[in-house]
């Protein structure tokens, strides 16, 4: 099935360092949705960008999307240790029917 | 609270053993959806409902079913488990499908023996 791929696959940083995490896709979006799932708790949309949007800004969240490039990214601007959590990009394929379709995530470590 | 609730959070049962996953949201959102997440395969969609009486597969629909009498309501159903369906379970709801993000339950932890 058409997943988006996370990468990195782990990420680990430090408090108060910047965290990116990126995802690519493979054909031509609706939109591109960002989630967060804490250790097998359910999953928490952050944000969600369409494919007209480039960037998309909520508190410390940055998303980016390059459609040319059939990519995005999530930035944590000043990271805490409660940002410790498995970050999945899901893709709204045009097309695609009423479904998103989940990669298979980034899992971030803040270390204090 | 807005919220999606499944039941039970965690099941063991045994092989063949018929049971059923409840799930429940409060938002009157149109769309409903069911996954399963297994380590390294991410998220992956079992079934999912547009709306009452309308439902259709996901991804990995094979040894499910689904029903949707009510708005609020979406059982997911395994009539004969098998240990291949061991697997941490999804419910999810949104206002229209993939336009709008999901509100997600806290999960189903089924382990078939």
Redesign the interface.
């Given at each position: 099935s058409q997943q988006g791929e996370e990468d990195p696959q782990a990420l680990s940083i430090q408090e108060g360092e910047n965290a990116t995490m990126n995802c690519s896709y493979k054909t031509s979006i609706n939109n591109l949705q960002w989630y967060r799932q804490n250790s097998g708790r359910g999953l928490v949309h952050l944000i969600l960008i369409r494919s007209n949007e480039r960037e998309k800004h909520s508190g410390r969240l940055r998303v980016t999307l390059d459609t040319s490039k059939k990519s995005s990214s999530l930035l944590i601007t000043a990271s805490r240790a409660a940002d410790t959590a498995s970050y999945f990009c899901a893709t709204a394929y045009t097309g695609g029917g009423n479904k998103l379709t989940f990669g298979t995530g980034t899992q971030l470590k803040v270390e204090l | 609270e807005a919220q999606?609730t499944q039941n039970p959070r965690y099941l063991i049962t045994v092989t063949g053993k018929k049971l059923t996953v409840t799930c429940s949201q409060n938002m009157n959102h149109e769309?409903m959806?069911w996954?399963r997440q297994d380590p390294?395969?991410?998220?992956?969609?079992i079934y999912?409902s547009?709306n009452v009486e309308v439902t259709?597969k996901?991804?990995v629909p094979e040894g499910y079913k689904v029903s949707r009498k009510e708005k609020r309501n979406f059982p997911l159903i395994l009539e004969s488990p098998s240990p291949n369906q061991t697997s941490?379970y999804?419910c999810?709801s949104s206002p229209?499908?993939?336009?709008?993000?999901?509100?997600?339950?806290?999960?189903t932890?089924l382990t078939v023996v």
């Open positions: - | 999606v769309y959806s996954y390294g395969l991410g998220l992956r969609q999912y547009m259709d996901g991804d941490l999804f999810a229209g499908g993939q336009t709008y993000g999901y509100t997600f339950g806290s999960g932890r």
